[in-house]
């Protein structure tokens, strides 16, 4: 059975900077980091192609996180920099086929979810 699990979550001050953890990721899966807040909808943060070639990011991230695949490992890191208070949530990884990829910020193509790792950046 597939199984996620997501490190890395912590509290940090504004400006700080957070390092996740997925681990469990097949090669031919399509990845993807979500979040969501109290009161909010799960959103797309970052994804990765297959093979680890292609990435996706949304416009709230851009130059501020990286995704990234070790594939020898099965695990890929989302590194997040210059943290403000509205990345406040908790964060899940997931996995879909490589069909998720088409939108890959879109929840509804990914079927195997971790359990989420909490970040709180405060000002």
């Known amino acids: 059975q597939d199984h996620l699990v997501e490190s890395g979550g912590d509290s940090v001050q504004t400006g700080g900077s957070l390092t996740l953890t997925c681990e469990g990721v097949?090669?031919?899966?399509?990845m993807g980091w979500f979040r969501q807040s109290p009161g909010k909808e799960r959103e797309g943060v970052a994804a990765?192609?297959?093979?680890?070639?292609?990435?996706f990011y949304a416009d709230s991230v851009k130059g501020r996180f990286t995704i990234s695949r070790d594939l020898a490992k099965n695990k890929v890191v989302l590194q997040m920099n210059s943290l403000q208070p509205e990345d406040t949530a908790t964060y899940y990884c997931?996995?879909?086929?490589?069909?998720?990829?088409?939108?890959?910020?879109?929840?509804?193509?990914?079927?195997?979810w971790g359990r989420g790792t909490q970040v709180t950046v405060s000002s």
């Open positions: 990765n192609y297959p093979g680890g070639t292609e990435k």
């Open positions: 997931a996995t879909g086929p490589g069909s998720a990829c088409v939108q890959p910020l879109d929840v509804a193509g990914y079927n195997v």
């Open positions: 097949k090669y031919i899966d399509c």
